[in-house]
Every structure is written in C-alpha cells, then in structure tokens.
C-alpha cells in the first residue's frame, strides 16, 4: 500500500488546496500519514498565513498523536514514552515550523508542556535584540517579541528619516496596544527605551519624553558613545533573533 500511495501522491496537487482545505483533508484521513511521511512534509511546507501557524502545528500534533498510539497497539513496548514518540514522529518536519509567530501562552500550554521544545528553547523563540543606529551611534536592547514586531520589521534594516533629537517614531509599525500593563517602568539610569506610543506607533524615545501613554517594550543601551539622534539624518531599525 506505501508504493502504491506514494505514486499517486503526486497526482492530488495538494499546492492547489486552501490552508484550511489541507487541514481539513489531513484531520480526516490522517491514517494515511501512518503509510507516507512526505504527507507531514506537505503539511509543514503549505502556505498559510501567520495567524495559521498554531492551527498548523495543532494539527500536526494530533496526527502525529494517533499515529504512535496506533504503533503502540501493535507493537506493545513497554518502554514506550508517548512524548518522546510523537517528538520523534514530527522531528524531521519541526524546523520548518514558525515557532516564533507563536503567541507566548500557546508556546508555554501546547508546545512545551507536550514536550516539543524545552523552555529555554521557547525563551529564545521569543527574545529577539533590537539595534538602533544613527550616524556612528547605536542603542541595543533583547525582549520578549509578544507582538511580532520583529516579523513585521523583517530581517534587514529599516531605515528612516529624522526629524528631532530625543525620539523617532518609526511610522511603518503600528501594532495594537496590549490590554494588560507593560511589567517594564522607567528607572533612572536608563537614557532610551523602545515603546508604542499613545497612537501604537514604535518608537526610540529618550527618558525625558516618556509619558504614562507609551507602553514601553524594552530598555536600550548604548554600545560604545552615549546614544543621540541627529536631526536631518537617517535612522536605522534592526531587529534579530537569537
């Protein structure tokens, strides 16, 4: 039945199907992926939007789940260790998932609890350092990216105009505000912050012009000359992950 399946693979052009039409066929014949692995490869390869990341790994999971408990049926180990099977069961298609678009909650409830990925491997899916240069000087900063800032700045840098000394607003990135307080406050000895402003626009602003309307994001330091913007220059926004 595996030869005969993976010759006619090819000729369901599953590239033609929806997110969600791909979801669907998966969930209802996910006997099939116990016959022909490439069908998780299909799945981890689909195009969906970043919103379907979690939908994605879900199902994968819960295929992957009834897999090894059919396996398990069969063969009778007594050493079986269900989290370590279903590991290993999605382990070559892992990498091509985006963990990061993952929001914080569902990485901790669904992903690490599950045994999929360590929690210091959720810390760094997360983390990301933001580098902000103007002329030759820099201010850099790590936090926790709950928002996707850093998918929506992408990899290389921004750069911007500027306008004032003491902040630049970088008006491509707007985000919604959280509901639920920033933990971070400002603190003497802290000369720059990365915050959303009243509006959600992002922003590098010096202490002296944060106010109880910017949700403050991470703190920024310098990396050799104390940080100042020059008027009438370009701005550069960077944002990696670790």
Same mark, same amino acid.
């Given at each position: 039945m595996k030869n005969e399946f993976n010759e006619i693979l090819p000729l369901l052009q599953f590239h033609h199907f929806g997110f969600d039409a791909l979801m669907e066929f998966a969930v209802k014949h996910d006997f099939l992926f116990a016959v022909s692995s490439d069908l998780y490869k299909i799945l981890a390869e689909c195009k969906r939007s970043n919103d379907q990341e979690q939908k994605l790994f879900k199902t994968m999971y819960e295929i992957a789940e009834k897999n090894v408990l059919k396996k398990q049926e069969n063969n009778s180990n007594e050493t079986f260790d269900e989290k370590d099977a279903i590991k290993e069961e999605l382990s070559e298609f892992l990498p091509k998932l985006r963990f990061y678009l993952m929001d914080k909650k569902f990485l901790k409830d669904s992903v690490v609890v599950k045994g999929i990925i360590s929690h210091y491997q959720a810390f760094e899916v997360i983390t990301v350092k933001v580098e902000i240069t103007n002329e !030759?000087?820099?201010?850099?900063g790590i936090f926790e990216d709950n928002l996707n800032i850093s998918n929506a700045v992408g990899k290389n @840098?921004?750069?911007?105009? @500027?306008? !004032?000394e003491l902040k630049q607003r970088f008006i491509r990135f707007k985000f919604p505000r959280p509901s639920i307080p920033s933990g971070l406050i400002k603190k003497n000895g802290i000369q720059w912050y990365l915050c959303l402003e009243w509006d959600g626009i992002l922003a590098a602003k010096h202490q002296s012009l944060i106010t109880e309307t910017d949700y403050l994001i991470a703190e920024l330091s310098y990396v050799y000359n104390n940080f100042r913007i020059t008027k009438n220059t370009n701005t550069y926004l960077k944002i990696t992950r670790f």
């Open positions: !030759k000087c820099t201010v850099n @840098s921004v750069e911007i105009f @500027s306008y !004032k």
